[in-house]
């Protein structure tokens, strides 16, 4: 299966390159239409950097949006915590994202039957009151998340041809 990785202008990269949440969001607009383009390849077809960006982008927003019980209600958990990311994260620099993510992978797992089953509105709501001990991940998160954010971006570029190509 052949990856793919996505091509950028010179002058298109220049201007997001360095809003950090803008480059890490454009970046991963680019995968999803790769995904799109090619559902018979899915995420194998990206690279596993592709991926882990992915992987942090899916994280940082829903974390900072809703915190990690949003993240689990749409259907992250799996692809956060059952998956090498928060090693990724760790060898990206982002040692306190990867701790956040190892401290809850337990808490997510013993969890994740009554966090994942189908529920009304109502009930989702409920689960910040019936599961508080996942509020410390959201404020400790909410605390770095800018910082984490610029890391990222530094890593992407750093390594730019394993995210995107620029002509």
């Not at 239409?33 to 559902?39: D, N, R, V």
Request: hydrophobic residues 40%.
């Amino acid at each position: 299966m052949a990856v793919i990785v996505p091509i950028l202008k010179q002058e298109e990269f220049e201007a997001f390159k360095d809003d950090a949440g803008e480059m890490i969001r454009r970046l991963c607009e680019n995968y999803r239409s790769i995904m799109t383009a090619y559902p018979s390849q899915q995420l194998p077809g990206l690279t596993t950097e592709q991926n882990v960006l992915l992987a942090f982008e899916a994280w940082d927003g829903q974390v900072r949006n809703g915190g990690v019980i949003q993240l689990i209600e749409n259907g992250y958990g799996s692809f956060i915590f059952d998956t090498p990311v928060a090693g990724h994260l760790r060898a990206w620099g982002l040692e306190r994202t990867a701790s956040i993510i190892d401290s809850g992978r337990e808490l997510y797992r013993a969890k994740r039957e009554i966090l994942e089953r189908e529920k009304t509105l109502q009930e989702f709501a409920l689960l910040y009151q019936e599961h508080p001990e996942f509020e410390p991940m959201d404020k400790e998160y909410d605390v770095i998340c800018d910082e984490e954010r610029r890391k990222v971006a530094q890593y992407v570029k750093a390594h730019l041809p394993l995210f995107v190509h620029i002509i």
